[in-house]
């Protein structure tokens, strides 16, 4: 196998968030221009084994997953994994922090601050999971 993989949402020409759905769609239109029976360029076979490798690829979630790694560097992966776990503290510190300052209140004030942070909670971490 190459050292450098190619890009292959380039070669199907979709977006890297693209769907599966437009990934098929966008492997069809471009097999039907570039079929070797269909079109008589010499380059028509390359740029098929192209094509369906990258559908082998990318219509693949574990292979796509792979891909998407190769492509963006695990380094940079983890940098971003990183951040959303300093925010998941953050975020816990400052909500101690506020629930210890609403002790002095009363216990009902205490049970709707509680109920709000859980909320807030269940919210932030739904949003990080759609990601």
Known sequence: MRDEQPDYYA???VNPRAEPEVIRAAYRR??????????PSPEAP??????????????DPA???????SRHGELQQ??????????SWLFLVLALAILLLLLRLP????????????????????RRQRK
């Open 11 to 13: 070669i199907l020409q």
């Open 78 to 87: 983890t940098t971003r994994d990183t951040s959303t776990k300093q925010f």
């Open 46 to 59: 390359e740029r098929m084994r192209l094509l369906n490798d990258a559908y082998e690829v990318l219509s």
């Open 107 to 126: 216990s009902r004030i205490l049970l709707v601050e509680a109920l709000v942070f859980l909320i807030l909670w269940f919210l932030i971490n739904r």
């Open 30 to 39: 471009l097999s039907a221009k570039y079929h070797p029976d269909i079109n």
């Open 63 to 69: 292979k796509r997953r792979e891909h998407d790694l």
